[in-house]
């Protein structure tokens, strides 16, 4: 029943994940969720985010930021890293901005990874995409009403 909100994996940490392994797997492009999956909510990219994109071009990724935020909060994260690609009022868990994002990236849903925080808009909208998710924790536990209402949510279903 609860099927689609389970993450393909649960690593603690964005900056936890072995990227190259997935590289050597074949995966080819990463979708990532920006608020409390990469900095803190509303938070500009910091040192360790800029370092993580560099890394990730270096290995040879593509990488999209797909967001339920405004276009000049996701823009700006996106120049601040170095990106290109990123779409904003994505409206997830809708299938679309994923499928979007491969389409920008160039990759299918063989290849390509997606990185978030929250269960019932990340991590459903993924599996329902048919994309590989990764469930990382949040940065930080201050977060809008809304979300915290959400996590309330999650932790039965990751419970279960």
């Not at 909510?41 to 990730?56: I, S, V």
């Amino acid at each position: 029943m609860f099927q689609k909100f389970y993450p393909a994996e649960d690593i603690g940490s964005t900056y936890d994940i072995n990227f190259e392994e997935y590289f050597d797997k074949g995966y080819r492009g990463v979708i990532f969720d920006v608020d409390n999956t990469l900095v803190r909510h509303n938070m500009p990219a910091d040192r360790r985010a800029k370092q993580l994109f560099r890394r990730l071009k270096e290995i040879g990724f593509e990488f999209c930021f797909t967001s339920n935020n405004k276009e000049p909060r996701v823009k700006k994260f996106c120049e601040d890293v170095g990106g290109t690609h990123y779409i904003y009022k994505a409206n997830k868990p809708s299938v679309k901005g994923y499928e979007n994002a491969m389409k920008m990236m160039g990759t299918r849903r063989e290849n390509t990874l997606f990185v978030g925080d929250q269960l019932f808009t990340d991590i459903y909208g993924a599996n329902r995409a048919g994309i590989r998710s990764i469930l990382v924790r949040p940065i930080h536990p201050k977060e809008e009403i809304q979300i915290v209402i959400k996590r309330y949510f999650e932790k039965i279903i990751l419970w279960k």
